[in-house]
């Protein structure tokens, strides 16, 4: 069955360390890829996804992911992490399942900055 | 200000008794989605529905059901037969199937016990 891993359930960095989050999938045929956060008090929110093109994608507030077809992953990436940058991270592969595509979510990241 | 409401926040009933969560969406989207989440999970599908008076089933239907008489109202029922239903459940919509951004509510905690 398809299946999303996010390997880390916790990360704590200090503020300006560099951010990598680990996404990796199984399902071979196409994929849609998303990365998710939600914000302490606040909705999850779309950060960045991939559907076809450049595999380096940008999102919002500097994040970036970068798809590796042959590795199945799509690993969340910042180079000098914020205090704000605290927050839960999800990521979801549209994949097929029976006749119909659904997203299948990873289990999440608690991202922890220290100030 | 355009977005998607569920209520209560919190929810307490007692097992054996059916429970609806409401999930109102003022964005005009054709789609909804209702999601649980359980601590150390991903967000698992429950149902959902790109049309009005038509939904699938997801991932975890059993114990569920769901109506959408109206484009802006996904409400989701917890039946009794629902083996687990403490949990935290997150309705969403998008303007069409999976392929798009899902716009998320605040959610409810609903506790059986």
């Known amino acids: 069955a398809q299946s999303v891993s996010q390997h880390n359930h916790h990360v704590i960095l200090s503020e300006a360390a560099s951010l990598e989050l680990g996404c990796n999938y199984s399902?071979?045929?196409?994929?849609?890829l998303f990365w998710y956060v939600q914000y302490p008090g606040q909705h999850l929110q779309l950060l960045l996804k991939y559907f076809s093109g450049d595999p380096l994608v940008k999102g919002i507030k500097g994040f970036e992911a970068e798809f590796i077809k042959s590795k199945f992953s799509f690993n969340l990436r910042k180079p000098s992490v914020q205090w704000s940058d605290t927050a839960e991270y999800f990521c979801?592969?549209?994949?097929?399942?029976?006749?119909?595509?659904?997203?299948?979510w990873g289990a999440g990241t608690k991202l922890i900055i220290k100030p | 200000d355009g977005g998607i409401t569920q209520s209560p926040k919190y929810l307490f009933r007692k097992e054996g008794q059916n429970v609806t969560l409401s999930c109102e969406q003022n964005l005009n989207h054709d789609a909804m989605y209702w999601y649980r989440q359980d601590p150390g999970q991903g967000l698992r599908l429950i149902y959902y529905s790109q049309i009005v008076n038509d939904f699938q089933k997801g991932d975890i239907a059993e114990g569920y059901s769901v109506s959408r008489e109206k484009k802006e109202s996904f409400p989701l029922t917890v039946t009794s037969a629902q083996k687990n239903p403490t949990a935290f459940y997150l309705c969403?919509?998008?303007?069409?199937?999976?392929?798009?951004?899902?716009?998320f509510g605040p959610g409810t905690r609903l506790t059986v016990t």
């Open positions: 969403a919509s998008s303007t069409g199937g999976f392929l798009y951004e899902q716009y």
């Open positions: 979801a592969v549209n994949a097929r399942r029976d006749s119909n595509y659904q997203l299948i």
């Open positions: 399902y071979g045929g196409t994929v849609n």
